[in-house]
């Protein structure tokens, strides 16, 4: 049975979290009027079904979790068109590391 007490602490843990991340919660009505992406559905089933394909077990060839990790953040950029704006920065802290 749920208690009153756990009720208002799960309540409090939903307020901490949209205040922590507000900046990251996606407004679908604006994105809708504005022409905008709201669902990010297409590139989630793609990912999954890259993971998938490179993660299975029969496979001779295997990525590791960062492996993967890495192809998908190279994929993402170039998906999303912002690959040479990523790719000038990634230099520039190789450079200054």
Not at 10 to 30: D, H, P
Not at 33 to 42: A, E
Not at 72 to 81: H, K, T
């Amino acid at each position: 049975m749920i208690t009153k007490a756990d009720e208002c602490k799960k309540i409090k843990a939903l307020k901490t979290y949209i205040t922590r991340n507000q900046s990251n919660i996606i407004n679908y009505a604006e994105q809708k009027n504005n022409n905008l992406p709201f669902t990010s559905s297409i590139i989630e089933s793609s990912v999954d079904t890259l993971i998938n394909q490179r993660q299975n077990q029969t496979k001779k060839m295997q990525w590791s979790r960062e492996g993967a990790h890495n192809i998908l953040q190279i994929r993402a950029s170039r998906a999303s068109n912002t690959w040479d704006k990523d790719w000038q920065e990634s230099l520039k802290i190789l450079l200054t590391a």
